[in-house]
Nanobody
Framework: QVQLVESGGGLVQSGGSLRLSCAASGRTVSSYVMGWFRQPPGKERAFVAIMDWSGGTTDYADSVKGRFTISRDNAKNTVYLQMNSLKPEDTAVYYC???????????????WGKGTLVTVSS
């Protein structure tokens, strides 16, 4: 069992940057595959980024490659999503997730945060 709490969302202009944090408690983040998903207004939740248990392997959705970076700080038991060159289409509620499988399919993930809203103005 692990609890996840996202923070760092807010309003940012197009082209700006934002860093989201996912603080974990109950278990260490190194015990899980960690990921970020997002849900734009009126749309389904979609994969954004993933990191394996070792932190050595990462993958990203095509829409964010080259702009977003997932990372973690084991000492703080926290996972991050650095978002650069933000676009209005990045506007969404962003969710941190933990699971046992390295997959972009959201239904296979076990634990979720409550989400943090990112709004990118044009």
């Amino acid at each position: 069992q692990v609890q996840l709490v996202e923070s760092g969302g807010g309003l940012v202009q197009s082209g700006g940057s934002l860093r989201l944090s996912c603080a974990a408690s109950g278990r260490t983040v190194s015990s899980y595959v960690m990921g970020w998903f997002r849900q734009p207004p009126g749309k389904e939740r979609a994969f954004v980024a993933i990191m394996d248990w070792s932190g050595g392997t990462t993958d990203y959705a095509d829409s964010v490659k080259g702009r977003f970076t997932i990372s973690r700080d084991n000492a703080k038991n926290t996972v991050y999503l650095q978002m650069n060159s933000l676009k209005p289409e990045d506007t969404a509620v962003y969710y941190c997730a933990a699971g046992a499988f390295y997959t972009g399919r959201s239904s296979l993930w076990n634990y979720w945060g409550k989400g943090t809203l990112v709004t990118v103005s044009s």
